[in-house]
């Protein structure tokens, strides 16, 4: 004979912790930024969450199907994030630009979490809503859907590549990351013109740049390149 199936509302646990809180999903993603905040991706356990929930860690399974389903939650409440304040003024270039650099933005303020999260899809309600949103505003400002299909594919692997790239940075040990960013000033600023003419005449700006994201100049150029092909397209409608 078959199990009965519990609903999931009914599987969640209604009882405080033992220090009196009442668990969720929302308060146990939250908690879980905070460990890989404190401890980095290898140290988000299923017991260590408990601790830190002050539950025990099978409890964590009545709202999650196990740690993978959790880290797609992760990767789905950053987004959720940068969704939260986000508003469309109609006009479209302007509209993907600011989404993609909140989503960027939410992304490196949690950087243990967006090297988890950042290459992952979730299909949760966030995600969804984000990318809704995004083949929306190229519809609605004319693209064909082919053309909305590819630029939208573009613009959001470059947004979470940049993402990850970023955040693998940040990740990094403070000693580490501060070897990176000088070597810009001593191995690349150092090199001679007779050997490394180009290097040479832009050292003194890539000791500057280099310490930046390309993420907006990246989205830009793609935004650009999008905004000309929409002008020549034939099949484009214009609202």
């Known amino acids: 004979m078959p199990k009965r ?8 646990r209604r009882r405080p912790t033992r220090s009196g809180t009442v668990l969720s999903e929302r308060l146990i993603v939250d908690t879980a ?11 988000l356990t299923a017991r260590r969450l408990g601790l830190a ?7 964590l399974y009545r ?17 959720g994030q940068a969704l939260d304040g986000w508003g469309r003024t109609g006009e479209w270039r302007a509209d993907l ?9 939410a992304y490196v303020a949690h950087p243990q979490a967006a090297v988890l999260t950042a290459s ?13 949103a995004v ?3 190229l519809r609605t400002a004319g693209f064909p859907l082919p053309e909305a299909v590819r630029v939208y594919h573009a613009f959001i692997d470059t947004t979470l590549a940049f993402a990850a790239l970023d955040a693998a940075s940040l990740a990094l040990p403070s000693a580490s990351l501060r070897a990176d960013e000088e070597m810009w000033r001593s191995t690349y600023a150092r090199l001679p013109a007779a050997t490394h003419p180009r290097i040479a005449e832009a050292a003194p700006l890539l000791a ?17 390149s999008a905004a000309a092909r929409l002008d020549d397209s034939p099949g484009a409608s214009r609202p």
């Open 33 to 43: 930024l905070r460990v890989l905040r404190e401890h980095g991706s290898a140290g």
């Open 53 to 59: 929930l002050d539950a025990d860690p099978s409890t």
């Open 208 to 224: 500057t740049r280099m310490l930046t994201s390309a993420c907006p100049t990246a989205l830009e150029m793609l935004l650009d």
């Open 120 to 132: 992952r899809v979730s299909g949760r309600a966030n995600e969804l809503a984000a990318d809704e």
């Open 63 to 79: 709202y999650f199907r196990g740690m993978d389903d959790l880290t797609l939650a992760i990767g789905d409440a950053l987004i």
């Open 97 to 105: 630009l600011a989404l993609g650099l909140r989503i960027h933005a």
């Open 5 to 12: 199936v519990v609903p999931e509302e009914k599987r969640r």
């Open 135 to 137: 083949l929306d505003v």
